[in-house]
């Protein structure tokens, strides 16, 4: 086993937290070299496994020693980013009050891959320009929990992980993400983004898997999104309606939560969630009235909390028969106007797979 995978698979990008570290030599000490589980949170002593700090870090932090292109400078109550040596790929800034990034303090950080900036008090007109958006190798942009109105920006384009969760964000030039076409997980939950501020933001996104903007103030599902989607988490919003091609354009979404929002059966054009590669479906806590009409391949249906007074099995199925029958196989529907007494007789038969359906 060669050192570069025992670390691949030892970081945690949040907490920097080097948990497998130590069982994985362990491991390989003892002749095993099985590094599949671990365990971040029970261990992080650098300093009394590693050795001491190697001779580039910043006074601030930890470079261990056996993997000197990560420092560890989370948690230290730091104002300022330290002076980041050159060769540093993992920088670890996590849990700190900085309020600013300061013009020159990655100028001979060119090699850095990693950045956590989670959990400090940046605002967008704190960052000097030239410093993150100089990072040309930057593939992880980890921001989340700050008080940053609007991204900076052009960043990277080898970024594959980009999140902003929890920040005050109402701006988002569609500049920001183009051309990353290595990019795969986007989160932008937690702030103030409006459907406006949203245009064009994730055109041509060809790797995008993963897009979480939940907990903002969209009245429309994102537009323009990429066909290589395969979740878009869109809870406690304001979306009234959805656009009868929307999932069309979106051949292998397969999760799609549209929890807390507005949606009333007016918003959802007939056909709308007829999607084949759709596996769960997340419309709880709206205004729908009936049921919508789901593809049989769909498995998982949640409509809880909705007003809805009428079961129809032709929302499931639109013919029944040896071959043609719901995958469905957990349907909330508790905290409608519907009982058990609702389904019709012939239930069994269309729902076949259903192994839950709540009520109450
Ligand atoms: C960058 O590295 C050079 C050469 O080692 C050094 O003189 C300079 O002070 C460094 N600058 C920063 C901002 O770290
Ligand atoms: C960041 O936001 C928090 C919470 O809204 C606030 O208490 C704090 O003063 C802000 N810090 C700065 C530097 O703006
Ligand atoms: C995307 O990833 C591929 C394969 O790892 C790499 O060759 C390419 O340079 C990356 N693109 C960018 C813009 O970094
Ligand atoms: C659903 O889509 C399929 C193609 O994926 C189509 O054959 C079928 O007629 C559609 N059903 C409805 C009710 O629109
Ligand atoms: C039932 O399913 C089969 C196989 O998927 C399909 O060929 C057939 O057209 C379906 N029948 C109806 C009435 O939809
Ligand atoms: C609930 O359903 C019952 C019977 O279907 C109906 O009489 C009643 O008006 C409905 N209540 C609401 C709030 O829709």
Same mark, same amino acid.
């Given at each position: ?24 030599? #362990? ?36 470079c261990p020693i056996l993997f000197p292109s990560a420092m560890y400078c989370d948690g230290r109550k730091l104002k300022f980013i330290p002076i980041v040596p050159s060769g540093i790929k993992y920088l670890y800034l996590q849990n700190n009050m900085i309020e600013e990034i300061k013009a020159g303090v990655f100028d001979n950080a060119t090699d850095l891959r990693w950045l956590v ?21 930057? *593939? ?9 109105? *609007? ?101 292998? #979404? ?8 507005? #949606? ?34 769909? *498995? ?40 058990? *007494? ?19």
């Open positions: 086993m060669d050192g570069k995978q025992i670390f691949k698979v030892s970081f945690d990008p949040v907490t920097g937290r080097m948990g497998a570290l130590r069982l994985c030599l #362990l491991a390989a000490l003892m002749g095993g070299a099985l590094c599949q589980y671990y365990d971040y949170d029970a261990y992080y002593q650098p300093s009394s496994f590693m050795g001491p700090s190697g001779p580039n870090c910043a006074q601030e932090c930890e900036l989670d959990h400090n008090q940046i605002t967008s007109s704190k960052v000097a320009k030239g410093t993150i958006d100089k990072l040309v190798h930057l *593939e992880k942009l980890l921001f989340s929990y700050n008080n940053l109105t *609007e991204p900076m920006g052009p960043l990277s384009k080898s970024l594959n992980e980009f999140k902003m969760i929890g920040n005050k964000l109402n701006k988002f030039p569609p500049t920001t993400l183009s051309g990353m076409e290595n990019l795969t997980t986007v989160h932008l939950e937690g702030n103030e983004l409006t459907t406006e501020a949203i245009t064009g933001a994730f055109k041509g996104l060809k790797s995008l898997i993963f897009l979480d903007v939940s907990n903002n103030k969209l009245k429309k599902l994102p537009a323009g999104v990429p066909n290589s989607l395969e979740m878009l988490y869109a809870d406690h919003n304001d979306i009234d309606s959805i656009p009868g091609a929307y999932l069309q354009k979106l051949p292998a #979404l397969q999760y799609l939560r549209v929890s807390h929002n507005k #949606l009333a059966d007016s918003g959802v054009p007939a056909g709308v969630f007829n999607s084949s590669s759709l596996i769960e479906l997340d419309l709880s806590f709206n205004k729908l009235q009936s049921i919508p009409e789901v593809n049989e391949n769909l *498995e998982h249906l949640y409509l809880q909390g909705n007003s809805i007074n009428k079961f129809d099995l032709t929302s499931f199925c639109k013919f029944t028969g040896p071959l043609n029958y719901s995958r469905l196989r957990h349907l909330r529907l508790d905290g409608n106007n519907v009982t058990r *007494e609702n389904m019709p007789f012939d239930t069994s038969n269309c729902l076949r797979q259903a192994t839950d359906i709540v009520f109450e």
